[in-house]
């Protein structure tokens, strides 16, 4: 994977690795215990060495509309990008408290991306044929990322989320 990673930085271009297991740290609270690979620090550090890539994963059914963890940009401390796509189907729902009150069956969320050689785009929907004309944006899992090469006067980003935080619940 290294070796991997090493040659795809250098096309400047955004690199994806997907795992169906995240990195607990950076996974809804309410998952940590219960998701998150076993070698993820070993992980961690390989990716942390590569400031254009963005790791992806699944597995906790996470729901984009009420948890505010499900993306997590380079910063300080990682440079690498990771975000936990949504769910297709029986995706979580818990209280104000992280109490669980079951699946949400009736419905299908995730990210759209949007991918640039300057910026990525990820934008959190509700994908609903049936509703109001079909897919929402949800307004505050709206983001955009820029590669390090990226010119740093480009215009940021502005989307008019379709669904407040967390009202669709």
């Known amino acids: ?4 990673l090493f040659d795809a930085e250098k096309s400047n271009k955004p690199v994806f690795v997907l795992s169906h297991i995240g990195i607990a740290e950076y996974i809804p609270p309410a998952y940590v215990n219960e998701a998150g ?28 509309n009420m948890d505010w963890h499900t993306l997590v940009a380079g910063n300080q ?7 936990n796509e949504g769910s297709t189907t029986n995706t979580y729902r818990y209280d ?24 990525v785009i990820f934008q959190g929907r509700l994908f ?13 899992a709206q983001y955009q990322i820029m590669m390090p090469h990226a010119d740093k006067d480009l215009p940021s980003l502005s989307i008019d989320g379709d669904i407040e935080d967390g009202s669709v619940l």
Not at 128 to 140: F, V
Request: aromatic share 14%; net charge negative; charged share 20%.
């Open 37 to 64: 690979l076993a070698n993820h620090e070993e992980l961690k550090a390989v990716l942390n060495r590569h400031a254009n890539l963005f790791f992806g994963s699944g597995h906790t059914h996470s729901n984009i």
């Open 96 to 119: 104000e408290n992280g109490n669980y009150l079951g699946y949400l069956t009736d419905y299908s969320i995730g990210y759209c991306v949007d991918i640039y050689d300057d910026m």
């Open 128 to 140: 609903d044929d049936e509703a109001d004309g079909g897919s929402k944006y949800i307004s505050h």
């Open 77 to 83: 401390t990682t440079q690498f990008t990771h975000y």
């Open 1 to 4: 994977l290294e070796n991997q």
